[in-house]
């Protein structure tokens, strides 16, 4: 399946978050695409100037491709929040509708929208609308996969897929929830985090690849 310029630029931005840059690999399977596809599509990008190729073969994007990224997921999250608070749409189908909304580009609309939602900060599933400029991209938050055991950490955001929405509606998770990492699982590739009140929630590292936390020292930030 053919997918847009925005399709892959929104897929490198995600799958780069809390990192340098994504690979080749990660796109294809974010986007149910053939390797060779996202290598072919990447190179277009790379010439329009959108993005880089850097050491190891890590793709990121450039400032251009960045700063179109960043108008983007603006008025992606705003339509999931649109969609969420006022439409009252089930959180696992905001994700593909917002998509398709996010084709908008008026900007009169967008700020009369922006209003009247009350000028929300993030997106139902915790993300960003107003990105940092290019140059302040570095981010307090880490991937829930990279978490050592012991370790305390909020729960921030998460990457909205359908598969992902339902995965973290099941386990119970909530956004802005203080857990611990309380065991790592060598043998089954399982994460256990507990709560204050010592509820515990197994999330699968495939999946914590994907929930983006801030670590916490003593309930402060890190």
């Avoid at 491709?65 to 992606?76: D, E, I, P």
């Avoid at 609308?129 to 921030?156: H, I, K, R, W």
């Avoid at 929405?165 to 386990?171: F, N, R």
Wanted: aromatic fraction near 8%; charge should be neutral; proline fraction near 4%.
């Amino acid at each position: 399946m053919r997918k847009s310029i925005s399709n892959y630029l929104k897929t490198i931005y995600e799958a780069g978050f809390t990192k340098t840059g994504t690979t080749n690999k990660q796109v294809a399977t974010m986007l149910g695409v053939l390797p060779g596809s996202v290598t072919e599509a990447v190179s277009n990008l790379e010439k329009q100037g959108l993005v880089t190729r850097k050491t190891y073969h890590e793709i990121a994007l450039t400032r251009t491709g960045y700063q179109l990224v960043k108008n983007l997921m603006f008025r992606y999250r705003l339509c999931e929040v649109w969609l969420s608070k006022i439409i009252k749409l089930p959180l696992s189908v905001i994700p593909e509708q917002a998509w398709l909304m996010a084709a908008i580009n008026n900007q009169e609309l967008l700020d009369r929208l922006h209003r009247q939602l009350d000028q929300p900060l993030v997106s139902p599933f915790g993300g960003a609308l107003a990105l940092p400029d290019f140059d302040q991209q570095a981010s307090e938050l880490v991937t829930l996969d990279t978490v050592t055991a012991g370790q305390t950490v909020l729960l921030a955001s998460y990457l909205e897929t359908a598969s992902t929405i339902k995965y973290w509606q099941h386990a119970g998770l909530q956004l802005n929830q203080t857990l611990t990492v309380t065991h790592r699982d060598a043998t089954i590739p399982m994460l256990t985090l507990t709560s204050a009140n010592q509820t515990e929630y197994l999330v699968d590292t495939a999946v914590a690849r994907y929930v983006y936390v801030q670590p916490q020292t003593a309930g402060v930030p890190v």
